[in-house]
């Protein structure tokens, strides 16, 4: 699969969504990611850190 680039729905960013992790999302059944990896380890972190709190 080709790579694709999709906007991040918290930053506004775009990211690279790379032909590998496509093939394994829809492996797995996966809807394709809403956000970049930072954005996505950030609320990680916060969320381990923190735990879970709304905007
Ligand atoms: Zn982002």
Redesign the pocket.
């Known amino acids: 699969m080709e790579d694709i680039t999709l906007t991040?729905t918290?930053?506004?960013?775009e990211?690279i969504f790379t032909g590998g992790e496509r093939e394994f999302f829809e492996e797995k059944g996966y809807d394709e990611p809403k956000?970049?990896k930072?954005?996505r380890d950030k609320r990680k972190s916060e969320k381990g850190n923190r735990g879970f709190k709304p905007y």
Request: aromatic letters at 10%; glycine letters at 10%; charged letters at 30%.
């Open positions: 991040c918290d930053c506004g960013e990211f956000r970049c930072s954005c």
